[in-house]
C-alpha cells in the first residue's frame, strides 16, 4: 500500500476529507498512522456477476502447472520431466501437425508478394487470391464486415448444405466469429431477460464445457442442469430434459437449451434418434434450440456418425423445420485443423426472428468484425482443396492421417484406464476427450475437505504434483454429487500418450494405496 | 411466418394450450384461420440491453452504402461512379501498404517451411523463430496463454518503458488483447455495479467513439457525458469535467473517467498540462482513469506531441504514480500500421488492486485467448527491426511514408473543408479523422424531422446518395444540441481525398442552396 509523505499531509487529509463527506470508501490507516490510499476499484465493489465466473479449464491446476514448467526452467528437481497440458484440447501444442494447403494460403494472403514464388501451388495462390479480393485494398489488414466476409459466408453456406444433404443454407444465416466460444456468448446475450421467477434460464448438460457455466454467470442468467446419464454411456435421456424444465419453471424461465455433440468432456456421439426426440422437446417446451458442434469431425466409433441439428431437424418436416429456432456453432480449432490460436469460427441460425436477428447483427458490429486470419482459415475448412487439385492429394493424407490418430489414440485411453482399478472410462465415441469416473478412497475426500478442495481437485493437483500430467478435476465440468471424474484430452502423440496413460495408472494406484 | 397443415391441427392446439397454460406467447391466428408458431425469442422479450446498443459507425448509412455497391456492381445508373467509405478507419482499404516486415514475419510464421527461403531478411526470420518459439508446438495454431504470449507481452513492457522515457513497465500488467475494443469492454465489465442511484456511471467525452455508449447500454452502466470544448479545438476543461460529476453524483455512482487521446472523432492532442490536470481530477474525484491511446503514432500539427497518461501519472510523484489506477489501450489497428483486420491490441493496468487483477485474469481466460496472428502483429510494432538490421531502412521509409502523408492529408482536410460556407474544421492535430461543424438550413431540420431523422443524419444519406461518399454523422458521436457535425476519415489517397473534398464542398453548397 502506498503511504503519503508526511508533508502531503494536507492533501491526503483533504481527500480523506471528502471522500468521508460523500460516504466514499475511507483511506485506510497504516501501521505507522499513516494514510494509504484506499482503491477505487475492489473485489467488494466490482461487478459481482464476474466474481461468480469459474473456468476450471485454465483454472488454478493450470496456473500451477505454469508454475511447475517455471521451476523446471530454472533447474529445480521434480520427480518429472516435463509437464504434459492433457487439460485443454490445444491440438498443435500436442504436436499435431497443420494441414499444409491451410498454412500456405494463409502465408500468401500475408504477404501476397509471395503469389509469384513458383514453389508455391496454383490452387493455393488462387484459393489466396479469392481470399483477398473478398478484402478491402486486397489486405488481411482491412476490417471485413461484421457479419464476415461475403464469400466466406457463401462458402459456409454451401459447406452446411453439402454437409447436410442438400437442405438449403442461406448465407445471410451465418455469422463468422472468434471462435465458437463468441458465437455461443452472443447468442446468449440475446436471450437473456427478466428478474426473479421471470429471469431467463438456459439448459446445459452436466457435465457441460465451461464456457457455457461461465457465459450464464457473467450474464446474470439461470443455469439449469440436465444430467447425462453416465451408465448409458453419457446419453441424453428425454425425461431428464423433462425433470430439468419443470423444476425450472418453479423459479425461472427456461428459454434455451443447449447441447454439445459430439460431447465435450464426455466424448459422446448423439443417436440421430436422440437428435430427433431433443428437437421434440424443444417444440414443446418452446425452447431456443443452441447446437455445439465443434467437433463434428471427431467421430471415432463404430456406428457413431455426426448428425447435425439442422439436418434433423429439416428432415422432421415443416412443423419443425419452419419453427424451431436454433443456432449451430462450428470452430476452426477442432476437428483435424486444431486451429486454436486463429480464433475462426462460425454460427448458423435458423428460424430467428427477424427483428432479433437485426438486432444481433447491429451487437456483433460494435465489436467490428472477427480477426480476418481466422476467417480466411474458416474459408479453407469448408472449402478445402477438391479432387484434381494439385493439393488434394497431400491434403486428404493429411487428414486422414490426424484422424486417424486420434482415432486410435481415443481407443487406447478407454482401454487403458478400463484396466485400472477404481477407474471406469465411457467408450470416446466422439470429440477430443475421456471423462473417466474415479473412485477416491473417504479418506482423501476427508483430506480435501480439511483443505476446502473438491476432492477431484484435490487428486489432480496431487497427479500434477507427482508426476507432472495436467487434468481437469471433473468438479470443473459438473457431475452427479458423490462422483468424481476428470477429464483428459487424447491428444498427446501415441507413445507419449502410452506413457501418459501409465503413470495415470501408477499414480491412482499409488494414491489409492496411499488413502486407504 | 409459417402455417402448421390441417392434419398437424391436434399437436399445434396441444402445443397452443401449453403455451396458454403456461403464459407463454401465444400463436398468432394468420389470416386463413390457421396457426402460426409464435417465435421463442422476440424483440419484445429479448435482452433489453442489447436493444439499446447503438453503433453509428457501421450503422444504416453503412448499410445503404453497401446496397449502392451493390446496385453499381449491378449495373445501375447512379451519379456516381464509385463509393467512397470515408466513415471508418480503416486504412488498408483505403489503399494504404501494410509494412513490408510485418507481413514478411507473418508469413513465416504462418507457414515455417518459409524459414529456409533466401529471398527473406535475416531478421524477419529471427524475428519469426522467437514468436514461434513461444508458441506451443512452435505453431500460431496452439491457444496461447490467456493473458497473451510471455515474450510478447515482455517485447510491449520494454516498448511502454521507452516511450515513456524509462518509467518502469512490468509485463504482468500487460493483457494481450482482441483490438482495443475488447479491452476496453473487458475493464467496463469490472467496473460495472449496483441499482438505482448507485448504479455504475463512466464519464465519457462528448463526441466519443460510440464503442463507450454501446458498451455501457451493453452492460447497464450510466453514460455521464463530459462535453468538449469545439471552440477551443476541442479541449476538455476541467470546469466540465467537474460539472459532469457533480450532476451525476445525485442519480449515480461515478467510477471512471475515459479519455481518448488523440481524439476520436475530434482529432485532437491533449497537452502534457491537460492531462496531469485530468490526474489530479480522477485522484480528487476517486475515478478509475481509461485511456485509450490507440492514435499514439499519428499526431501531426507542429507543436503537438503524444503524451501517455502513463508517464504523466509517474511524473507526477508517488502521491499520484501509486495511488491513481489507471488501464491504458493500444492496438495494431491505427498509427502506421492500419492492421484492423487482425484485430490485435494490448492494455496496461496501473495500480489495478491485486484481488481485482486475479478477476480479470480468470474473466479473459473464459475466452481461451487472443489471435496469436493479432499478438505476433502486436510483437512486431511494439519490436519493429533496429538500426543495423537488413529490414530496418525500408521500414523507417515505409513508416515515415504512411506518416507524413497522413499528416498532409490532415492539412488538406481542414484547409479544404474551411473554404467551404457553412462548415467550420478544428485542425486535425492528431488520429486520423476530420469532424467538421456543419450548418443546417432550418428548412432542412424540418425534413429531417419529418423522416424522423436527426438533421446530421438526413445530410449524410443525401450526400451519400447524390456523391457516394460515405460519413458518419455527427449525432452516432454525440454532441452539443443543436450543432451539426460528420466525421469524415483522412485516410483516401491524396488525389482521391482532393476530389472527395471538392465533392463535399459542392454537395454542401448545392444542399445549402435547395434547402434555403
New interface residues.
Given amino acids: 500500500m502506498?503511504i503519503?509523505?508526511q508533508n502531503?499531509a494536507t492533501?491526503a487529509e483533504n481527500?480523506y476529507m471528502?471522500?468521508t463527506r460523500?460516504g466514499?470508501p475511507k483511506e485506510k490507516m497504516t501501521d505507522n498512522g499513516m494514510m494509504s490510499?484506499a482503491?477505487?476499484?475492489?473485489?467488494d465493489?466490482?461487478?459481482?456477476t464476474?466474481?461468480k465466473?469459474?473456468?476450471a479449464?485454465?483454472?488454478p491446476i493450470v496456473q500451477r502447472a505454469?508454475e511447475l514448467e517455471r521451476e523446471l526452467s530454472e533447474g529445480m528437481k521434480k520427480p518429472f520431466a516435463e509437464v504434459i497440458k492433457a487439460n485443454?484440447g490445444?491440438?498443435?501444442?500436442?504436436?499435431?501437425q497443420?494441414i499444409t494447403f491451410f498454412?500456405?494460403v494463409?502465408?500468401?494472403c500475408?504477404?501476397p508478394e509471395?503469389l509469384s514464388?513458383s514453389?508455391f501451388p496454383e490452387d493455393a495462390k488462387s484459393r489466396a487470391c479469392r481470399i483477398l479480393q473478398s478484402?478491402?485494398?486486397f489486405?488481411?489488414?482491412?476490417?471485413?464486415?461484421?457479419q464476415g466476409i461475403d464469400s466466406v459466408r457463401q462458402d459456409v453456406a454451401q459447406y452446411i448444405q453439402r454437409r447436410d444433404g442438400g437442405v438449403p443454407c442461406d448465407p445471410d444465416n451465418i455469422y463468422l466469429t472468434?471462435?465458437a466460444?463468441?458465437g455461443i456468448?452472443t447468442m446468449l446475450?440475446?436471450?437473456?431477460?427478466g428478474e426473479g421467477t421471470s429471469r431467463a434460464g438456459v439448459m446445459i448438460s452436466i457435465p457441460q464445457y465451461?464456457?457455457y457455466s461461465?457465459?450464464l454467470a457473467?450474464l446474470g442468467a439461470v443455469q439449469i442442469n440436465y444430467y447425462l446419464n453416465e451408465e448409458a454411456c453419457w446419453s441424453l435421456d428425454i425425461p431428464e430434459l423433462q425433470r430439468a424444465v419443470n423444476e425450472a419453471?418453479r423459479y425461472c424461465n427456461p428459454?434455451?437449451l443447449c447441447i454439445i455433440n459430439p460431447g465435450n468432456p464426455t466424448g459422446q456421439v448423439q443417436s440421430r434418434q436422440c437428435i430427433e426426440d431433443v428437437i421434440r422437446f424443444a417444440?414443446?417446451e418452446?425452447?431456443?434450440l443452441m447446437a455445439d458442434e465443434v467437433y463434428q469431425d471427431n467421430v471415432y466409433a463404430d456406428g457413431c456418425q455426426f448428425h447435425s441439428f439442422k439436418k434433423v431437424l429439416f428432415e422432421m418436416g415443416?412443423?419443425y423445420s419452419?419453427?424451431v429456432?436454433l443456432a449451430s456453432f462450428h470452430s476452426t480449432s477442432k476437428c483435424y485443423?486444431?486451429?486454436?490460436?486463429?480464433?475462426g469460427g462460425y454460427m448458423e441460425i435458423i428460424?430467428?426472428?427477424d427483428?432479433?436477428k437485426a438486432?444481433l447483427t447491429?451487437?456483433v458490429?460494435?465489436?467490428?468484425?472477427?480477426?480476418?486470419?481466422?476467417q480466411a482459415l474458416m474459408d479453407l475448412v469448408v472449402n478445402p482443396p477438391q479432387p484434381g487439385e494439385p493439393s488434394y492429394n497431400n491434403f486428404i493424407k493429411e487428414r486422414t492421417a490426424t484422424l486417424s490418430a486420434l482415432a486410435e489414440k481415443a481407443k487406447l485411453t478407454e482401454q487403458v484406464l478400463n484396466t485400472v482399478e477404481g477407474i471406469s472410462c465411457n467408450p470416446v465415441q466422439g470429440a477430443m476427450y475421456s471423462f473417466p469416473r474415479i473412485t477416491i478412497p473417504e479418506k482423501a475426500v476427508q483430506e480435501a475437505a480439511e483443505k476446502g478442495q473438491a476432492p477431484d481437485m484435490f487428486y489432480c493437483m496431487k497427479m500434477l504434483e507427482e508426476t507432472g500430467i495436467c487434468l481437469v478435476p471433473g468438479s470443473g465440468f459438473g457431475q452427479k454429487d458423490g462422483t468424481y471424474h476428470f477429464r483428459m484430452t487424447i491428444l498427446p502423440p501415441k507413445d507419449k500418450l502410452q506413457i501418459l496413460l501409465n503413470n495415470v495408472k501408477e499414480f491412482h494406484q499409488r494414491f489409492t494405496l496411499q488413502y486407504s
Same sequence: chains 1, 2.
Fill in positions: 502506498p503519503f509523505s502531503q492533501t481527500l471528502n471522500a460523500r466514499l490510499r482503491k477505487v476499484l475492489t473485489i465493489n466490482m461487478n459481482p464476474v466474481k465466473v469459474e473456468y479449464v485454465r483454472g505454469v485443454i490445444d491440438a498443435h501444442a500436442m504436436g499435431q497443420p498454412r500456405q494463409l502465408a500468401l500475408s504477404y509471395l514464388d514453389t478484402c478491402g485494398g489486405s488481411m489488414g482491412s476490417y471485413s464486415a461484421s472468434t471462435g466460444s463468441d456468448v446475450k440475446l436471450l437473456v431477460c465451461p464456457l461461465a457465459a457473467e419453471r428459454r434455451a417444440a414443446k418452446r425452447l431456443f415443416p412443423e419452419e419453427t429456432e485443423m486444431g486451429e486454436c490460436g486463429f480464433r428460424n430467428m426472428d427483428d432479433v438486432q447491429k451487437l458490429s460494435v465489436r467490428l468484425c472477427p480477426p480476418v486470419p481466422g
